[in-house]
Antibody
Framework: EVQLVESGGGLVKPGGSLRLSCAAS????????LNWVRQTPGKGLEWVSY????????YYADSVKGRFTISRDNAKNSLYLQMNSLRAEDTAVYYC?????????????WGQGTLVTVSS | DIQMTQSPSSLSASVGDRVTITCRAS??????LAWFQQKPGKAPKSLIY???SLQSGVPSKFSGSGSGTDFTLTISSLQPEDFATYYC?????????FGQGTKLEIK
């Protein structure tokens, strides 16, 4: 069974940093691209970042470019999102998501999410 | 960025009804369109991918159609567990973008 489990969320002050993790199991992690998607009450669902299976391709939403860094450790079956210079508008539930197939695109499998709150 | 516009934003229906939700892309996305169901406090759950392909384990009461810019999600014979919020998403190109959601409520 495919499982994605996010962790690392919490309360952080504006300007602060946080590192999210996504632990994967039930599939060959190193073969799949992965995404981070966030959800806020005000703006709904927003794609945040993408990383290819080998980390050779990485994309970011304009709203986080230059502040967030996506990475992965295929030996540890883990995905990360380093978030710096956090702003109130980054407050959201953050999900990691995987496509159905290793050679496809999309976000078919999602974790349960981790809540990030940016507030003083 | 590709804009995704869903309609309606909310919908009231009765158990047993058949409902249709539409999604329009601001430019052609072929069939790179997914539909998700979300219940309060839960992660979105994928129902349909590639515009009309049913995810494994999803009941056949859910169906999707369309290509290019216009897409529909149809839910037949509504049951209490189907009342939720539904989102479309394009994954033709980055940044992936989502519709604003359709809240399906019990009449």
């Amino acid at each position: 069974e495919v499982q994605l489990v996010e962790s690392g969320g919490g309360l952080v002050k504006p300007g602060g940093s946080l590192r999210l993790s996504c632990a994967a199991s039930g599939f060959t992690f190193s073969r799949y691209s992965l995404n981070w998607v966030r959800q806020t009450p005000g703006k709904g669902l927003e794609w945040v970042s993408y990383i290819s299976s080998s980390s050779s391709s990485i994309y970011y939403a304009d709203s986080v470019k230059g502040r967030f860094t996506i990475s992965r450790d295929n030996a540890k079956n883990s995905l990360y999102l380093q978030m710096n210079s956090l702003r109130a508008e980054d407050t959201a539930v953050y999900y990691c998501a995987r496509p159905n197939y290793y050679d496809s695109s999309g976000t078919d499998y999602w974790g349960q999410g981790t809540l990030v709150t940016v507030s003083s | 960025d590709i804009q995704m516009t869903q309609s309606p934003s909310s919908l009231s229906a009765s158990v047993g009804d058949r409902v249709t939700i539409t999604c329009r892309a601001s430019q052609g996305i072929s069939t790179y369109l997914a539909w998700f169901q979300q219940k309060p406090g839960k992660a979105p759950k994928s129902l349909i991918y590639a515009a009309s392909s049913l995810q494994s384990g999803v009941p056949s009461k859910f169906s999707g159609s369309g290509s290019g810019t216009d897409f529909t999600l149809t839910i037949s014979s509504l049951q209490p567990e189907d009342f939720a919020t539904y989102y479309c998403q394009q994954y033709n190109s980055y940044p992936y973008t989502f519709g604003q959601g359709t809240k399906l409520e019990i009449k």
